[in-house]
């Protein structure tokens, strides 16, 4: 139930987190501690138990599929590190 | 005399605005320039706009000179927690990543204070993206808490709860979503209101973990955080996790008194390891309100020891996912690179602070294929646990008192060197984040070396009335909410 360095390193790649080789040791520990402490649920009986996915009951409303302003290219565009006239400019994706 | 109406609360400075008394550029000057004076010890905010605040007073003041000025916050100097969008003002979360980012519109809470005409002098410091329960975690340098300034104003709102504990500003805005607004208002001596999940949209506001998250104020009394509330709830078309209800009158709601009211008091937040003094405040509070007509009932909250447990699981792994997106391609931070995904990670990496990336390793684990049935899912299904624990008590009890927070204000690096001490400090006020309720802190003494202790009442699905109700009889009957910390 504790977390290897390996196993930090994978997750690691799943969250899209570059981690230094003193970073793994360190999360390994930690995490592992808090798994440790979050073992305590494996103890009670959640046989029947429906999950919870918010606190409320409540299910997602409904609209009316019509078209509604949202932001213009502009201002979807203005935060951008790299804009480009109609999108987002990023390094290549495979190397070579 | 604007100088000693930051010394007061918000109902009299809205009342001190409306006689013509002060006009509210006066009263916004002398926010900001107490803000100049007093945060550099504090650093309570991240920014302050003061020409944006100088001509939303200027409009203010026009309006009330046309006679339209009609709502209470009209012209009222307040902060908003950095993690509500803003249009055309920073937000950064006080995070790395989001340095410089402005938003392109405004959080629906903002444009809702801002349609009642309060004045937004700032942005408040935080824990970066709202993780933590102490305000260290911002990348831009704590908050120091106004009773002790070797102290933690408590978190993630830290910011908020200062600015307002030392009368920077008459109210300010927090989210809460394992305590964040709850706790720090019991560290530093104020009202910390959080409503129903649902009751406030969270249109515009950072994501954290969207199933607990919710929009919270701070008040020096019940009543400034009631008129702060009501000003921010209502049902919005562009959340749907927003409520329909109407919003009821919850400044009326707030006069009715404890006579007859039925709290219950549950035997598991009072654990060992507690602050012995803190116990006691809390305790005589739960006295004085039997002495107002309360009827006090021991109750128990069963599944309350495995709440924590919960929340770091589903927060964290909801986190993972709403992080996501800050990956450099759209918005925010971007870190050199060769390859998308070296800039992806390498951008992730620099831009986000230790405790973020902790959780978003906790969560992305604990949603990962062949673990996500033994960790995430059965942490849902002890959430259920814990929701049917409030359904039972609230047949029986009207209200639930607790302590807000374990200890009082702790130490600036004290609680670093272990992650799940800092985590054990929302022991409880995270359940309520876990059934959706509302609940609020309240002064309810100090311990002998000064600092403020909270008392939080819990309420049922869309009991905001009566969670202020009775916040509100107990104030009323106490002098801790006239406290102010000593002068920085």
């Known amino acids: ?96 | 005399m604007k100088v000693e109406l930051l010394d007061g609360t918000l109902e009299e400075a809205a009342a001190a605005l409306a006689r013509g008394d002060v006009s509210s550029e006066e009263l916004v000057r002398a926010a900001i320039e107490r803000i100049a004076r007093r945060d550099g010890a504090l650093h309570a905010f991240l920014r302050v706009d003061a020409d944006g605040a100088l001509a939303a007073a200027r409009a203010s003041d026009a309006r009330r000179r046309d006679g339209r000025a009609t709502a209470l916050l009209d012209g009222v100097p307040i902060a908003l927690k950095d993690n509500f969008c803003t249009l055309g003002l920073e937000t950064t979360c006080a995070s790395r990543i989001l340095a410089g980012w402005i938003p392109p519109c405004d959080a629906h809470a903002t444009e809702m204070l801002r349609r009642a005409g309060a004045v937004i002098v700032g942005k408040t410091n935080m824990d970066e993206f709202a993780m933590g329960s102490s305000s260290e975690s911002s990348a831009f340098g704590p908050v120091r808490n106004p009773w002790d300034r070797s102290r933690t104003p408590g978190g993630s709102s830290g910011g908020s709860a200062a600015a307002v504990a030392a009368g920077l500003v008459f109210g300010a805005t927090g989210t809460d979503t394992g305590g964040s607004v709850r706790q720090p208002a019991a560290l530093t001596g104020i009202v910390g209101v959080k409503p129903t999940y649902g009751r406030v949209s969270r249109r515009g506001i950072v994501a954290f973990a969207s199933s607990l998250d919710q929009v919270g104020v701070f008040g020096r009394t019940v009543r400034d955080a009631a008129i702060q509330l009501a000003a921010v709830s209502g049902h919005d078309p562009l959340d749907s996790t927003s409520l329909p209800q109407p919003v009821p009158d919850w400044l009326a709601e707030t006069e009715k008194g404890a006579k007859g009211l039925r709290v219950g008091v549950p035997r598991e937040y009072f654990v060992e390891g507690m602050d012995s003094e803190v116990e006691r405040a809390v305790r005589e509070a739960v006295e004085t309100l039997r002495g107002l007509g309360a009827e006090i009932r021991e109750i128990s909250l069963p599944h309350t020891p495995y709440a924590v447990a919960v929340y770091y699981l589903v927060a964290t792994a909801e986190a993972s996912s709403n992080l996501a997106r800050y990956d450099g391609v759209r918005f925010g931070m971007r870190a050199g690179a060769r390859t998308l995904g070296e800039m992806y990670s390498q951008t992730r990496r620099q831009g986000f602070g230790e405790e973020v990336r902790r959780r978003i390793m906790l969560g992305t684990y604990a949603l990962s294929a062949g673990y996500y049935d033994e960790y995430y899912l059965r942490a849902l299904k002890v959430r259920t646990l814990v929701r049917r624990d409030f359904e039972r008590a609230f047949a029986e009890v009207d209200v639930v008192a607790t302590p807000t927070s374990p200890v009082p204000a702790f130490r600036l690096g004290e609680r670093l060197a272990d992650p799940l001490q800092m985590y054990l400090a929302d022991i409880f006020t995270i359940s309520c984040n876990l059934a959706g309720l509302p609940g609020a802190s309240v002064p309810c003494g100090f311990t002998a070396s000064g600092l403020p202790v909270g008392l939080q009442f819990l309420g049922p699905m869309l009991g905001e009335g009566t969670v202020l109700q009775a916040a509100r009889a107990y104030e009323r009957e106490t002098p801790w909410h006239a406290r102010r910390p000593p002068e920085a």
Not at chain 1, 62 to 74: C, I, K, Q, S, W
Not at chain 1, 79 to 95: H, S, T, W
């Open chain 1, 1 to 96: 139930m504790g977390l290897t360095r390996e196993q930090v390193r994978h997750v690691a790649a799943l969250a899209r987190l570059a981690l230094a080789p003193d970073e793994e040791e360190r999360l390994s520990r930690e995490l592992t501690r808090i798994l440790e402490y979050v073992e305590q649920l494996r103890g009670l009986d959640v046989s029947g138990v429906e999950p919870s996915a918010h606190g409320s009951g409540q299910s997602a409303p409904l609209r009316l599929d019509e078209v509604r302003p949202g932001l213009d290219r502009a201002q979807a565009l203005a935060a951008a590190p790299q804009p480009l006239a109609d999108g987002f400019a990023v390094p290549r994706i495979l190397e070579g």
